[in-house]
């Protein structure tokens, strides 16, 4: 995303959700009528590029986000999802998770089954569930999922480790790595 954009960005339960009152960053609603899955938690994005535009809500009111980035999730059902082209809007209370785009980059590798108040997301080609949502009695669907910990990086060598670990054997390092 760029200032050269012609791009509208829109957000519909935004509107109910912007405030500077409550922050619920750990929360993800689905926003049918959301065009971009948009976080106010700098903190949850993989890369964050920095970038200005005008997101407008359903209310007329204009807010803007700040940066486009990555953001990695856990679902309940142990799975790594990666959402591209997050939008970090610091003027949200609330994650908006953008269903509707998520169906149309997706609708050809996951099925979409609702068994009342939740619905699930299988993968069709292993019939795994990926992730699953629930529907509560006020119409609003939460996702089930938590933002993956994003890993720490060293640059440290073979020997160095074994050194700092006591001496402990390459393999036992390597089985440690991969763990």
């Not at 903190?43 to 005008?54: I, N």
């Amino acid at each position: 995303m760029s200032g050269n954009t012609k791009t509208q960005e829109v957000a519909s339960v935004a509107t109910s959700f912007l405030s500077s009152e409550v922050h619920i960053t750990h929360t993800w609603l689905c926003d049918t009528g959301a065009s971009s899955s948009m976080s106010s938690d700098h903190s949850v994005f993989q890369h964050l590029a920095l970038d200005q535009q005008p997101i407008c809500l359903v209310d007329r009111k204009v807010i803007w986000l700040c940066g486009l980035g990555s953001i990695h999730f856990l679902s309940n059902c142990s799975y790594l999802i990666a959402i591209q082209d997050v939008l970090f809007v610091p003027d949200l209370s609330i994650n908006l998770f953008a269903v509707n785009s998520f169906v149309r980059a997706h609708w050809n590798s996951h099925l979409e089954v609702t068994d009342y108040p939740k619905q699930r997301w299988i993968n069709c080609q292993t019939g795994a569930t990926k992730f699953t949502v629930m529907i509560h009695a006020s119409s609003l669907v939460h996702l089930d999922w938590r933002v993956a910990p994003q890993g720490e990086f060293a640059n440290v060598s073979m020997e160095e480790l074994h050194a700092q670990l006591n001496h402990l054997p390459f393999s036992a390092i390597c089985q440690l790595m991969h763990s």
